[in-house]
């Protein structure tokens, strides 16, 4: 079993800047995909970004650019380095991981992750 989890979020102002951690503890595999989705209110849960234990990234579109997935396998922690925030980023924030080789083309789909965190609340006023 792996739990996550994520910490790192709140409050700011449009343009400003956060970053997310999200550590990982329990039985850490050698190979993984770990993602960052969110989940605004009405809305469905989307995915940000991904990094593979050989350290691939994946992005969305929305965030290319703006957001930086990292990891530290040191201390097990997954990051994600969000600056020029929009009012549009505000979500609940959440590091799901899985034990596969590489992330592959459905890094997106909730389906790929078999481990969830709690989530951390983003919120960015204009």
């Known amino acids: 079993q792996v739990q996550l989890v994520e910490s790192g979020g709140g409050s700011v102002q449009a343009g400003g800047s956060l970053r997310l951690s999200c550590v990982a503890s329990g039985y850490i595999y050698s190979s993984y995909c770990m993602g960052w989705f969110r989940q605004a209110p009405g809305k469905e849960r989307e995915g940000v970004a991904a990094i593979d234990s050989d350290g691939n990234t994946h992005y969305a579109d929305s965030v290319k650019g703006r957001f930086t997935i990292s990891q530290d396998n040191v201390k097990n922690t997954l990051y994600l380095q969000m600056n020029s925030l929009k009012p549009d980023d505000t979500a609940m924030y959440y590091c799901?991981?899985?034990?596969?080789?590489?992330?592959?083309?459905?890094?997106?789909?909730?389906?790929?992750?078999?481990?969830w965190g709690q989530g951390t609340q983003v919120t960015v006023s204009s």
């Open positions: 799901a991981a899985n034990n596969v080789n590489e992330c592959g083309d459905y890094w997106t789909s909730q389906l790929e992750y078999m481990w």
